[in-house]
């Protein structure tokens, strides 16, 4: 019996990143569970694809837009599963317990890692509390991983390629079937230290707010690289 989890990963030139967080996935393997990992290349010159390679990752190639490479790497998974990741999140030790738990109980459904950041202190609490309540009420990002039957990604016609906001469309249409993993997904806090908690947060939100109200994800991708 194959193993039933093919593991998708959107990369670009995440080369420092990444080894992390194919380490946290050798339990999976180790637990029988995954079948292949998918590493979805937007043109990284960093060395991240030899790294994959390196890996015994499959490399899939595109043009550098995150709904566009995790749509790809999803058409070219074979498993009866999805476990989607970002490269900079590392799932913690027991994630397999959690995914194993899910599939026995909810085999139609899909599932979302309780998010933690990679920094102690009190903005990063308070801005995984707000993710994980966002979560909660339906909406989860990309970094806190997905879990999903291969079924059912495709009934709900799967990520759109876009260039921003690729998760949320995803979410709203799995809306009333996300639950909860009993696991935790480590997200780099890089962007926030770099940024400042307070902005990059409330970037985050106001984007959201305008992906709500109808802005265009390529707008919303062409302000977002400016700010």
């Known amino acids: 019996m194959r193993a039933p989890i093919s593991v998708v990963i959107p990369i670009l030139n995440a080369a420092t990143a990444l080894p992390a967080c194919l380490a946290a996935l050798v339990e999976g393997l180790q637990a029988g569970l995954i079948r292949e990992v998918i590493l979805s290349d937007g043109g990284s010159t960093d060395g991240t694809r030899a790294l994959a390679e390196g890996w015994g990752a499959e490399v899939v190639s595109g043009a550098p837009s995150r709904g566009g490479q995790l749509r790809r790497g999803c058409d070219a ?4 599963w999805l476990l989607v990741l970002h ?3 590392v799932l913690a030790s027991g994630w397999s317990d959690a995914v194993q738990d899910h599939m026995a109980r909810r085999a139609d459904g899909a599932g979302w890692f309780r998010l933690r950041f990679d ?10 509390g707000w993710a994980n309540l966002r979560s909660g009420l339906g909406l989860p990002y990309g970094d806190q991983g997905l879990l999903l039957p291969r079924a059912l990604y495709d009934a709900v016609g799967g990520y ?7 998760d949320v ?3 709203r249409a799995l ?3 996300l639950t909860r993993l009993n696991g935790v997904a480590v997200t780099s ?14 970037r985050n939100l106001w984007t959201l707010t ?7 994800p390529e707008a919303l991708a062409e302000s977002y690289r400016r700010s």
């Open 77 to 80: 998974a074979q498993g009866a």
């Open 87 to 89: 490269a900079d999140t």
């Open 119 to 128: 920094q102690r202190g009190l903005a990063p609490r308070l801005m995984a």
């Open 160 to 166: 759109p390629d876009q260039p921003l906001m690729e």
């Open 169 to 171: 469309a995803l979410a």
């Open 175 to 177: 809306r009333g079937r």
């Open 189 to 202: 806090a890089e962007k926030y230290r770099r940024q400042g908690w307070l902005r990059r947060g409330g």
């Open 210 to 216: 305008r992906y709500a109200m109808g802005a265009s």
